[in-house]
């Protein structure tokens, strides 16, 4: 019913000359898929996604967006400028934006909304630091974080929401959150969104996890019923990988 999603984040990694190497690579090497893939590249490399992964099995999308439509604000991207490059989905909510940016769930909520506008599916990242963790709260903080990211987002369908759950330790550091306390917290997450959109809507949004995954765990997680793929930054880089983590996915 949610088909398995495999979302590459590059970060702030590749020039765009390295980047359309990479692609044509993955356009030679892709596996048959069920599942869906996903490559996340900074802004200047989506010219090169466009032209390369076009017509392929591979979407590709940004990795934030601004919450203006248009006009006097200098260094932003729009939805729009994203929907014209041909970008299906586009990150908003990440941890490194919420923590080095300031970025409030509130704003969050207004670059999901410019995204649906456009047609482009929004991947929200919540996830609870360290510290909150450690305090017992870990739920209750990323319930919260998630309802106030989604504070008058409504998608038109289930398919075009996806909710990325990062816990920030877990971010780069390689430690991962155990596929069982994963799956609680999807689970969680699952709920809280059918109070928010109705159970049958929550059904069909799928739920990503992010932190450290790599081709050695990525199938345990996977095995869990509510996580339904990942959201992948340092072993997306490398080709050979996010391939293996293609095939893991089927
Ligand atoms: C991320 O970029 O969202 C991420 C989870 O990074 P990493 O896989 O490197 O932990």
């Known amino acids: 019913m949610r088909r398995v999603l495999v979302a590459g984040n590059w970060k702030m990694h590749k020039t765009p000359s390295e980047a359309r190497v990479w692609f044509a690579e993955l356009k030679r090497l892709l596996p048959p898929l069920d599942s869906e893939a996903v490559v996340l590249p900074a802004y200047p490399m989506l010219p090169a996604a466009k032209e390369v992964l076009s017509g392929t099995e591979v979407a590709y999308g940004a990795q934030d967006v601004s919450p203006h439509r248009e006009g006097a604000y200098t260094g932003e991207v729009s939805a729009r400028m994203l929907s014209d490059l041909g970008c299906r ?3 908003v909510g990440h ?4 923590r080095y940016h300031g970025e409030t769930d509130a704003l969050v909520a207004e670059k999901a909304k410019r995204l649906l506008e456009e047609g482009i599916v929004p991947i929200l990242c919540v996830g609870e630091p360290l510290e909150v963790r450690e305090k017992g709260e870990a739920e209750a903080y990323t319930l919260r ?3 106030g990211s989604l504070d008058g987002v409504e998608p038109s369908a289930p398919e075009r929401l996806v909710i990325a759950y990062e816990p920030v330790w877990a971010i780069g550091t390689g430690k991962n959150a155990t596929p069982e306390d994963a799956e609680a917290m ?4 699952r709920k809280a969104l059918s109070e928010r959109y109705g159970e049958a809507f929550a059904q069909r949004v799928r739920i990503l996890y992010g932190g450290s995954v790599n081709p050695k765990n990525f199938a345990h997680l996977l095995s869990m019923p509510n996580v339904d793929g990942g959201l992948v930054g340092g072993a997306s880089l490398e080709l050979e990988s996010f391939l293996a983590l293609l095939r893991i996915a089927g």
């Open 89 to 91: 989905y586009a990150i």
């Open 95 to 98: 941890s490194e934006r919420r």
């Open 145 to 147: 974080q998630l309802l």
């Open 186 to 189: 999807h689970r969680a997450i």
